[in-house]
């Protein structure tokens, strides 16, 4: 089996925007000894970061720009809908590199002391706008920390994601995270909340990790819902959020269509991308009532950068680029209603 040759080989069909079906991927790959979808998947996606992080990490780019270069990446790769039994009992539904590049970006910060987490990081995707040398990440799955490994993280480790180091205790400046969901066999008290789902019980004790004054960026599967009251619904959600919003600020819940912007990652499920600005120096309060921007759905990749917002498009006197950046910007959109159709 030669991993590195077929690594290297859909790295050059990325960067030169040749696409791929399921099963073209996979003649590809068993001209390289790998015969195994799982294995095909894993290293398909290890492939797909190691392209999204070089461009993250192009010094020639603004943040705008490299996103529009990792939303035209993620067009051009194959649909990883390779399930197998162990991603569906693990359900791992990595996120889509436009998503974990303005994940990671919002938690990054200009100071070289800072160090990141990722407690259920997979194959590293959720980290690509990280440094490596900043960030620990932790996995469970063996083909996946393998895969870890390969890239040089300050820290790569395999604890469960339930019950992080004590020594991480508000330890780091950034956490980032999708984790995996389903229900916990015993529910697990945080204070007075009651929780009873695994996702929301890891990203509680994910955010654990994080300094008061840190960031933190949270992939939750779902979207919020609300009652005629306009009050969340009552049930896990509901207990999650209060929890979130008693502790934390939270600067906003985005609600993303995964039918329109997960599709590719091999599922099409509806998420929420959570952004919290460091904790309360006094908890209060609960989540609020339903308002038009937290019911609002995210449809596309344009949609979704506005939300999170990490700088204005573009603000110089350089019509020219201005003009060409909202072609591309333009050609991405239409790109993406055409492969929804």
Same mark, same amino acid.
């Given at each position: 089996?030669?991993?590195?040759?077929?690594?290297?080989?859909?790295?050059?069909?990325?960067?030169?925007?040749?696409?791929?079906?399921?099963?073209?991927?996979?003649?590809?790959?068993?001209?390289?000894?790998?015969?195994?979808?799982?294995?095909?998947?894993?290293?398909?996606?290890?492939?797909?970061?190691?392209?999204?992080?070089?461009?993250?990490?192009?010094?020639?780019?603004?943040?705008?720009?490299?996103?529009?270069?990792?939303?035209?990446?993620?067009?051009?790769?194959?649909?990883?809908?390779?399930?197998?039994?162990?991603?569906?009992?693990?359900?791992?539904?990595?996120?889509?590199?436009?998503?974990?590049?303005?994940?990671?970006?919002?938690?990054?910060?200009?100071?070289?002391e800072s160090i990141y987490l990722e407690p259920s990081a997979g194959n590293g995707l959720l980290t690509i706008a990280l440094p490596y040398r900043k960030t620990f990440v932790n996995e469970l799955d063996d083909v996946r920390l393998e895969n870890l490994k390969q890239q040089p993280f300050a820290n790569i480790s395999s604890w469960d994601a339930l019950q992080p180091p004590k020594v991480y205790d508000e330890n780091f400046d950034g956490i980032v995270t999708n984790p995996p969901f389903g229900s916990l066999s015993e529910p697990i008290?945080?204070?007075?909340?009651?929780?009873?789902?695994?996702?929301?019980?890891?990203?509680?004790?994910?955010?654990?990790?994080?300094?008061?004054?840190?960031?933190?960026?949270?992939?939750?599967?779902?979207?919020?819902?609300?009652?005629?009251?306009?009050?969340?619904?009552?049930?896990?959600?509901?207990?999650?959020?209060?929890?979130?919003?008693?502790?934390?600020?939270?600067?906003?819940?985005?609600?993303?269509?995964?039918?329109?912007?997960?599709?590719?990652?091999?599922?099409?499920? @509806?998420?929420?991308?959570? #952004?919290? %600005?460091?904790?309360?120096?006094? &908890?209060?309060?609960?989540?609020?009532?339903?308002? *038009? /921007?937290?019911?609002?759905?995210? @449809?596309?990749?344009?949609? #979704?950068? %506005?939300?999170?917002?990490?700088? &204005?498009?573009?603000?110089?006197?350089?019509?020219? *680029? /201005?003009?060409?950046?909202?072609?591309?910007?333009?050609?991405?959109?239409?790109?993406?209603?055409?492969?929804?159709?």
């Open positions: 089996m030669d991993k590195k040759g077929y690594i290297s080989r859909v790295r050059e069909d990325l960067l030169g925007a040749r696409k791929h079906s399921k099963t073209t991927i996979e003649s590809i790959a068993k001209s390289f000894g790998i015969t195994n979808k799982n294995l095909v998947k894993e290293f398909t996606e290890l492939a797909i970061i190691l392209n999204a992080r070089e461009v993250a990490h192009d010094s020639s780019l603004s943040t705008y720009e490299k996103y529009l270069d990792i939303v035209a990446l993620y067009q051009s790769q194959v649909n990883l809908s390779m399930r197998t039994s162990m991603s569906v009992l693990m359900q791992q539904y990595s996120t889509p590199a436009p998503i974990s590049f303005l994940a990671s970006s919002y938690i990054l910060n200009s100071s070289n008290l945080f204070g007075k909340f009651k929780i009873k789902r695994l996702e929301h019980a890891m990203a509680l004790n994910a955010l654990r990790c994080m300094k008061d004054k840190g960031k933190a960026a949270i992939i939750i599967g779902g979207h919020t819902t609300w009652d005629e009251q306009g009050r969340v619904t009552a049930g896990n959600n509901r207990i999650f959020l209060n929890y979130l919003y008693h502790f934390y600020n939270v600067e906003d819940i985005i609600l993303i269509n995964g039918k329109k912007l997960y599709s590719r990652q091999g599922t099409s499920i @509806n998420t929420r991308l959570i #952004l919290i %600005d460091g904790a309360k120096e006094t &908890p209060s309060g609960a989540a609020p009532l339903k308002n *038009k /921007l937290h019911s609002t759905i995210v @449809n596309n990749h344009e949609e #979704l950068w %506005d939300r999170v917002w990490l700088e &204005p498009q573009l603000i110089s006197n350089d019509t020219d *680029k /201005l003009k060409l950046l909202k072609l591309h910007a333009k050609a991405i959109s239409i790109k993406q209603k055409q492969l929804s159709i």
